[in-house]
């Protein structure tokens, strides 16, 4: 099923009075204080979020899998789903595909339903944590840091697979996520893990067309659990930095350890032009993957002022490839979606209304009292109608939860569909 | 010095006009929701905190210390300082004693000044947790847990002690917080110190008035960093039946481990009509008491989200004492606290917002996308007009720190008191 | 295949000469400083853990599952390998079963079985973390606590079936572990799904033949990422309460947030005769489900020592339902289970050999060094001959895990099972 | 005082022949298992910890400190009480000043003093966490990263003093330990207060002498605590890297956010070069300094297995920096340092008992469980009488807790520095 423009313009019309006149009042209300209203608008507007594949179906624990009905079973109803929520929201723009669940079969055919949804093709995700069918070499003792060549060899090729799939697509990046670690200690060499892991890295950077960036992902732990080889931002960046500059390092929010600083990291990365991608989660206790902005809305604020400051400051990082990495247990997959879509334009609008000019001055004076003045009135400002302006403005829908549910669309999912089929993914 | 209520009037004077506008706008759309925004605002402007009379001054840590110009070193002054804050914000009207720091020389003269102010005395705090000048017993090794008698006797005493001086100033509770513990296995015995911890703890519920409520706090670590005496709202809860139906847990949000869920233990604990008091501050590690609402703003809301319910729903808990337990090293204590305020104002009016039947509805439809936008839409809201109107209603300041910086306070404060005072206090 | 004793005794040979050395050279030191060596031997033989009948195949992650070669893939399999185990370690004297993954399907060639290999039926386990095949209602979002009857009568009764089954096996007691919670804030009302949990254990414990115990395991997090029903030891000792004399405490050494103070709930537990079960197994981030003394041997020491002071002290406890809680992700599930049960003993005999007596004064006299000294000297002890020696005596192998490997055990069971079997379990 | 050579002698006559027994039957063992006894005495005899000139006296906490008698009050009693731990342990040989704690009045009456005590002046550490008495400028918002030049300015010179003040004694390090960071969010902004800091150990580094080295520690937090400039590894080594090829890492066991893997850190320091310095303490919670190995000694072991392993395999690191970084509050600081030291040289032994061969073999064939058993078998060793014999080569005490006991050491310190002397530090 696709979603008509007119379908979300009838939907917006009951709302669209009352949208008008929060918006005025908030836009003479931030004009007044100096903000560029149409500035954070557009800005707004621009800022596009890729969807992964494995995120549309329902998602599970080692406990089991409570599985959903209409799940998209086939890269094309994948992609559709992906135009669904861009429909409404205008923010996801762009699906990213993990090897091997999506190999196309018929790249044409799907570049013309992605085009034809307006959705582009983000970093493609290769998958060394899980043996293949008919694979030759087994991942259980690691794959790109493995004590055996063959093994690490088949997870290079498969990687230089994976750039040469997405290649095709459009792609311009790889994210390459390790499992790799070990479960005991003693299990691996450390020095020996991470030397191994460097130089298949740069094999594949070898590999890697040039304009694509590699983004290398790091994780405290999960599903080893005791080490992982790249376990936090100092180590990706050291073998970002081995690799070349169009090696970058990949945060995801939920990768860190308990009361990690996120927003520093994110923020000195930046400063030294080695921020290349995010993934968008939530968590309280690990790689939870909950909706995005659903427990520590204000964190992803703090991260937000970083990249703001850091797109604005230092022009030297590419331009970041932007993903929500979250799993649905207990909610309809495009809901949740939508919800974390919803507040990550929420965080990236608090973050725009920071007079960094003001902030840079209280800074200076050590008026920590005024700093924190200036971040807290940013973040209590509610921005909803910035929000749903901006989505008005696209062609969106004023309320896209809401829309998702007024115009029935997981039930038409499921007509379409049926009821038991299973998405590919985690 | 005093804040005068014509002062106050004075600096509300050029935001009026604009405050009534942001009120009238905000207030019409909440009715139009079906808010009961004038049933709000009466409850804000009913909601008081205490003010430790310990914050006043500057906090340091175990690496040193920042003092800080004008600081009370009297407890008339501690008073002034906490008559300031009320006079601004409306919502200070209490002070939380502690003992011996803040013995009164003259009981009816600092009831007095206390009442001039329209500041109440909530709960005294006692000190087992360091040792006195002339101290005869030592509590190196435990208070009310330590295996001498003589020591638990004199730790008894002096809660008896506290109890009869708050009892001259109208205290209704006594909070016992204690650093009992180890810091090595092996040092304490846990049976044998829990037990000793629970027959003081009878000892000193003997001595309580009829009409009085004894606070037991608990606290992972620190300052004994193997094992704490009680350790967990567990512990607490444990003791507090064992007392009797006056004795109540405390929960300060600092002293949990990582990544506690706060909210579920404030409700479990009102369910069985055993919280009697609560600590605000705020942390990112530990119990790094900083400002409330500056580092986890949506899980204080969460928290107050049970509260209200809790109030609603749980009558046979006692009036919470609410306090702010924070420290603050980097900032001027009074605009600290301040922000405090606001900050739980802020997370109560939001936390009045949630429709609790639509919300039981939802969760009882196991919606749970719906829950979440329920909670989101109370807290997304920009509450601030309705906390300002409540303290424009009650005389205070439309803004308490702006009015506190035009006034010029702490400088009238270096004026009468000399730079270098130092308040007691940790 | 079953281990015959004179294949262990053969591989006992070429070391007994070595041993006997070891263990007179120990056995002199230790009886010198006044341990009763013997004694500790017995206790030794008597102490018996339970093998979880889903810890005989290899474990997973929500990443994927790496299969073994030969794993069991019936009931009678799985006890065939606990006969292993036990015959190897004359430890493993007990198998916990879990319902409906190991439904006997004729009881008495099942107990016939477990007789012959000298095992036991240990608590069993109700399983309503998942949803069965034709189950009418679903656990999706909870089940004893679920806010739907209907859902929560299916649960009781599965409990009451699971009981049933047990009392045909011989087993004393029901293991009740809830992944009951919420993934995001608001979705539960805690006061609700609490009431609804002890109304259901209620109904539960009415069903508990006299000389059974219910045991009711708590923990933080996972597979609910923001709240479980049963957060921790306070909640689980409240709801024990709730029920009877029957009802108990399960410990699980994973179910905790970091930094825990485990041995402290333990003893608090003992105290209280609460504690009626418990679960071992090691981690460093959370419920990681490694080796049993793989990460923090001392922690396992020092809750070891509770232990067997408890039992010392503390008469009114139940006899502990001792189990392996532990899952193999990159490990033969056999010998992953000979080094936890390893490391068991190991703990159990080093805190057998703490001179309770003398630590004791020195705790009586703050002589917090020396309270360290009595610990360390105990655990610094290599008390492995004195493993040795148990087992030997009763029968089984001086060193398991090398008359598992000279016996070939995996190879035989691959030859009799195929390579490709799956064990039910996680 | 000092302890004299035949006071030791004598307190170990008494345990000569146990003592020998012990080792003879351990050096048997060991040898027959392919281990080099000798070889492992003589590095246990070389190896040398220095002890922090602040660790002599008693620790407190922010809420208060309880002292200890017969303090020492003076540099020259702060070395004679590191003089006597050496003489009872030999491996203290070596203290470690901070500066302005611990400046000299008379250097070459302080040089003989440690020159007869065969006592090294190890990195001396520089202070700009607080405020000297008549300062001018004001480290409450930070030293090298501060915003402004004057203050950056006071302590880079500080900084230079210091190692003027260390070259006149001997070192050959600089510790650099910056409580630099933010209580709030927006106080301060991290790239600016990065790049100052860089800056800033640049001017450092310029003055430091061709032989010697800059250690920079890191911490996630405390004092700070909402951000701290150097707040891990990784910034750490950034900042090394800037510096140039004398500054290193320097790794202190307390700063590391919950859970974090240790070792690996300390791994990959070593194969990068980049490993300078380590301080020893343990924790439970945060940075506790608590007792080395009084928490988690297999952590430690497992720390110094890749101690171990880079001093053999990666020989561009310096000769590290080792040193107790302790506080003691409920210990007499001279025994809680003759426990830590002992920890260490446990660990140490145990490290240097694993056969590296036999266990990269198993790594390499993925035999995790003999991986496992290779490491537990050498932690598992009782290898007291090793550490007790190369202390007795050296002219140390077989047991120096007891030695220092029943020499009655601090009696002796009490009569001749009185009750109530108060050492500096924190």
């Known amino acids: 099923m696709k979603i008509e423009q007119n379908h979300i313009q009838d939907s917006n019309k009951k709302s669209l009075q009352s949208h008008q006149e929060q918006f005025d009042f908030l836009s003479n209300n931030l004009s007044k204080k100096g903000a560029d209203v149409q500035g954070i608008i557009n800005k707004l507007k621009d800022f596009q979020v890729a969807i992964p594949s494995w995120a549309l179906g329902a998602g599970g624990t080692r406990f089991g899998r409570f599985s959903f009905y209409g799940e998209p079973s086939s890269l094309e109803q994948k992609i559709q789903d ?34 034809g949804l307006d959705i582009k093709f983000d970093a493609v995700n290769s998958n060394t944590f899980q043996d293949q069918k008919d694979a030759k070499e087994t991942y259980k003792y690691g794959s790109l840091s493995n004590t055996s060549e063959a093994v690490r060899q088949q997870a290079i090729q498969h990687n230089l697979d994976v750039i040469n799939i997405g290649d095709k697509l459009g792609s311009k990046s790889l994210t390459v996520w390790l499992a790799d670690g070990s479960c005991f200690p003693g299990q691996n060499n450390f020095q020996t893990a991470l030397q191994n892991t460097e130089n298949s890295l740069k094999e594949i950077y070898k590999g890697l067309p040039n304009d694509w960036s590699m983004l290398i992902e790091y994780k405290p732990y999960e599903p080893n659990f005791y080490s992982t080889v790249i376990q936090d931002w100092g180590t990706s960046f050291m073998l970002a930095n081995a ?15 308990p009361n990690s600083n996120i927003e520093q990291i994110v923020s000195i990365l930046m400063s030294k032009a080695k921020l290349g991608g995010f993934h968008f989660n939530d968590s309280k206790y690990g790689d939870d993957d909950l909706t995005v902005g659903s427990i520590k809305p204000y964190a992803l604020f703090l991260i937000f002022n970083e990249l703001v400051y850091g797109m604005q400051n230092n022009p030297n990082n590419p331009d970041l490839a932007w993903m929500i990495d979250a799993s649905h247990n207990v909610k309809d997959p495009l809901e949740d979606l939508i919800q974390s879509l919803e507040a990550i334009q929420e965080a990236y609008a608090k973050a725009l ?30 921005v909803r109608p910035l929000l749903a302006e901006a989505r008005l403005k696209a062609g969106g829908a004023l309320s896209p939860i809401n829309a998702y549910r007024s115009l029935d669309v997981r039930n038409q999912l499921i007509d379409e569909r049926g009821k038991h089929t299973v998405a590919t993914g985690l």
Chains 1, 2, 3, 4 share one sequence.
Not at 106 to 114: C, P, R, T
Not at 243 to 257: N, R, W
């Open 82 to 115: 992906v135009g669904i929520l861009h429909a409404l929201t205008q923010t996801a723009g762009a699906v990213s595909l993990h090897i091997p669940w999506d190999i196309p079969q018929d790249y044409a055919a799907i570049k013309e339903i992605a085009n």
């Open 243 to 257: 690799c070349g500059e169009k090696a970058y390092s990949l945060v995801d929010l939920g990768h860190h350890l």
């Open 353 to 382: 209304l920071i007079d960094q000019a003001e902030l840079k001055a209280a800074q200076l004076n050590n008026d920590v009292v005024k700093c924190q003045e200036i971040l807290q009135d940013a973040y209590r400002t509610d």
